[in-house]
């Protein structure tokens, strides 16, 4: 899919499917390690306290940098409350393994209100043991559950607040729901991977190319270069040399014709003296409201 993105082969109607974003991007980050690339990402998360989800599996005592690898599970189904996007999965090393989800959105809102609020729902989702065990097949019996992580385009605040507003644990809510940017996504891509080591370095830079070509980076001010095929006559109207204003040029015209000459010379040459005062011949009610009419 990324390929096909970037060589132009996509049809445009796909290039809004957040499913297809979403798996372009984590299909190759599910293989970038935990040392590389992640840390800097879930700095990058926040909660409505301003404090990141890097800072939040501190608290929780483990080091996002010292585990061993990484699983993406894709859309797993949960039967009461729905189908999140992506179930990530920190293990490997002397830490307890970290699980967390991230729901992906492009140009869509979540959806539900109230007890039907998406990622409320998907909280729930992450706290059922018996669920998160089938979906990684493993039988942990402990875990550490930082929160869930909401991916849009775009500063979602609104959308976030509204979800802690109505979680059945307003205080819990606050902790564990954060926010992220796919901007985010392309900026540490672009930040990680000149250090990396292949395969990663390749994985991050098409990553970022990708991302870019999605126009999905942040803005950064207008592009002052000059197109290769402007030409010198075009160029010149927005490099023109900076000179005073040395007055108006006397130019000579041609002597205009009669009828054109009558335009400017009135016959009734005068004075104005104000308006004149009389009699109205019939003042209708309508007319009295416009003219003397309440402000």
């Known amino acids: ?3 096909a993105e970037l060589h132009g ?3 445009s109607d ?8 979403t798996s372009a991007v984590f299909g190759l980050l599910q293989y970038v390690p935990p040392r590389i690339f992640w840390p800097i990402l879930l700095t990058r998360a926040k909660s409505s306290k301003g404090k990141s989800f890097l800072e939040r599996c501190e608290e929780l005592g483990v080091i996002i940098a010292e585990y061993e690898k990484v699983n993406v599970h894709f859309w797993p189904v949960h039967e009461e409350f729905g189908e999140p996007d992506l179930l990530i999965v920190f293990s490997g090393g002397s830490q307890l393994a970290l699980r967390f989800i991230i729901e992906a959105k492009l140009w869509a809102n979540k959806s539900g209100r109230g007890e039907q609020d998406q990622l409320n729902r998907y909280l729930a989702a992450m706290k059922d043991a018996e669920w998160l065990n089938r ?4 039988h942990l019996s402990s875990g550490l559950l930082p929160g869930l992580i909401y991916l849009t385009p775009r500063s979602a605040w609104l959308e976030l607040h509204d ?3 109505h979680a059945p644990d307003y205080l819990a809510a606050q902790s564990e729901l954060f926010l992220l940017q796919w901007q985010d996504v392309l900026d540490v891509s672009q930040l990680c991977f000149p250090e990396a080591h292949e395969p990663q370095c390749t994985m991050l830079s098409k990553i970022a190319d990708f991302l870019e070509r999605r126009g999905l980076q942040y803005f950064r001010g207008f592009d002052h270069s000059v197109p290769d095929d402007f030409s010198e006559k075009e160029a010149s109207f927005y490099s023109a040399e900076a000179a005073w ?3 108006f040029a006397e130019v000579v015209l041609e002597a205009p014709s009669p009828a054109e000459a009558s335009f400017y010379a009135s016959e009734r040459v005068g004075s ?3 308006f004149a005062e009389g009699p109205v011949e019939k003042v209708e009610a309508t007319d009295v409201i416009f003219y003397g009419g309440k402000q």
């Open 9 to 11: 082969k996509v049809a």
């Open 14 to 21: 796909l290039q809004d499917d957040e499913d297809l974003l």
């Open 272 to 274: 104005f003296h104000g």
């Open 163 to 165: 979800s802690i507003e």
């Open 1 to 3: 899919m990324i390929e």
């Open 135 to 138: 979906v990684t097949e493993t």
């Open 245 to 247: 204003f040395s007055g």
